[in-house]
């Protein structure tokens, strides 16, 4: 059963900085790319980054500068420092994962339950 669990969200100010971290479990973690989305109130949920297996990552063009997709594969942990944080900003971050789980089996899409993040003027 794959398990992932976000946490380290919070309220911070504008130009502040958070870090989140997801736990996961049910699957070999360091196999798979794994992602981060956020949903801000109001919209669809989308991309914010993205980190392969061998530790590249990329992301979205709004938070490219000031966000860092990082993972502890030893601890089976993705993690997303923020940093200059700004009201836009403003979301519920989710990690996401695309794995197969069992043999001969297609790839599903996994999702946290969210940790929630309140960026203040």
């Known amino acids: 059963q794959v398990i992932l669990v976000e946490s380290g969200g919070g309220l911070v100010q504008a130009g502040g900085s958070l870090t989140l971290s997801c736990v996961a479990s049910?699957?070999?973690?360091?196999?798979?790319?794994m992602s981060w989305y956020r949903q801000r109130p109001g919209m669809e949920r989308e991309y914010v980054g993205k980190?392969?297996?061998?530790?590249?990552?990329v992301y979205r063009d709004s938070v490219k500068d000031r966000f860092t997709i990082s993972r502890d594969d030893g601890k089976n942990t993705l993690y997303l420092q923020m940093r200059n944080l700004k009201p836009e900003d403003t979301a519920k971050y989710f990690c996401?994962?695309?794995?197969?789980?069992?043999?001969?089996?297609?790839?599903?899409?996994?999702w946290g339950q969210g940790t929630q993040v309140t960026v203040s003027p």
């Open positions: 049910g699957f070999d973690f360091g196999l798979y790319a």
């Open positions: 996401h994962a695309y794995v197969a789980v069992g043999w001969g089996t297609n790839p599903t899409d996994y």
């Open positions: 980190i392969n297996a061998v530790g590249s990552a």
